[in-house]
């Protein structure tokens, strides 16, 4: 029973992304796309899994989720090569498009590449899905979507 009403962490694998932004000015440049398998959906518990992937997500009528941004705002640069910021975008999930605002934190490294990690809080209903139940237990009506992206540079 704790496996099924606990606290899940789950992953899923993104497809296709594009990140571009100019140090300079992150604000009016930054531009983030993603597109994600909801397919891949993976928790430790295959019984979780299908009643996310099949009845929460339907993954057959919507194998994808995607994301692309409006705007960045609220940047705070804490040093030459990290810093915060809020992506404003449109989050495509379970057939639906919806706002979604999400604050992050960025790190560029020295070799080219970038790391982007952030949370938001997702309501099953506000996107037509379905709560996730497993044996007529139910879980929580909202799910925290924790995210860490590791970008690389494109040789573009």
Known sequence: ??????????????IAGDIYVDPANPAATGKVTLVID????????????RAVTLSSLDVDQYPTIGFGSTSVSSVVE???????????GALTLHGQTRPVSVPVHLQLTSDGHAT????TTIR?????????????LRAG??????????ASRSAS
Do not use: C, K
């Open 116 to 119: 982007a990690e952030g949370r």
């Open 38 to 49: 909801a397919t891949s959906y993976r928790s430790g518990s295959p019984e979780r899994d």
């Open 141 to 150: 009506n909202e799910a925290t979507v924790s995210f860490h992206i590791l």
């Open 124 to 136: 099953y209903e506000e996107w037509g899905a379905e709560v996730p139940e497993i044996f007529f």
């Open 1 to 14: 029973m704790a496996s099924i009403r606990g606290d899940a962490e789950g992953v899923f694998n993104i």
């Open 78 to 88: 804490t040093s030459p090569t990290e810093g915060s910021a809020t992506i404003d």
